[in-house]
């Protein structure tokens, strides 16, 4: 059934998304990216994984799917595995990290029945639930509460080296550093995004206090990272 849905998903954009995607790899081989990691949602995963089978990708993908939808992937790496050297997937990220000790109430004092903001332990349950199925759990500007869960899921599950990883560590507070180490996470930074930690100060942001601490992220143990963040810090492709 699930199959059914993802075609019928991707179905009236196909066209135009692969365009798209065939157009961003030619333009990447022109710079000399050969391999990328694309953090993206199900539509583009399916996209992606259709060129794939058609043999059409000119760039080697490492995709990364929504970690709340952990369950979705297990059954589908179950199904089709988990790719190969042109396409590999097994990776999740979450983007919008806030959560209530509970259920969202309305002013009447109701329930929301339709609200998708998780309570802390619905979130807990993704960070370990994704780790249990073996995938790599990504974080989109994480902070302590996320450091947190990392730190418990790595004692729970007694991981060695669980490659959790925290995207835009670059104003890094001194007191996360050591539960990075501590933690297992890989503190990946963006370099170009310098240029807009520059324009938010002049538009008259609070500055950065502790910005791409490298070397003390090295000396406590904490592997560091690089991207480009393409296209919002740059607009090559």
Known sequence: AMALLDAALVAKERPRAEHDALRVMD???????TSVHHSGNWKEFLVLEGLRRQDRLRVRIYAAVPLPAWERLRDYVATHGRGDSWLHWGALKLFRHDWTDGPR?????????????????EAYEWFAGASRA??????HAGGMAHLRFFD????????????????????????????YARAGVIASGQPMLLSHFAIRTQAGLPPPTH????????EAGV???FGTDAITASPLV
């Open 27 to 33: 333009r990447l081989l022109e710079l000399g990216v």
């Open 105 to 121: 109430v309305f002013r009447n004092g109701k329930l929301d029945r339709y609200s998708v903001q998780p309570s802390a332990a």
């Open 134 to 139: 073996g995938f790599q759990i990504m974080v």
């Open 152 to 179: 418990r899921v790595r004692r729970e599950q007694r991981l060695a080296d669980p490659r959790f990883r925290i995207e835009h560590a670059h104003d890094v507070p001194p007191e996360q550093i050591a539960l």
């Open 211 to 218: 910005l791409f601490p490298c070397r003390e992220l090295l």
């Open 223 to 225: 592997p560091v990272a």
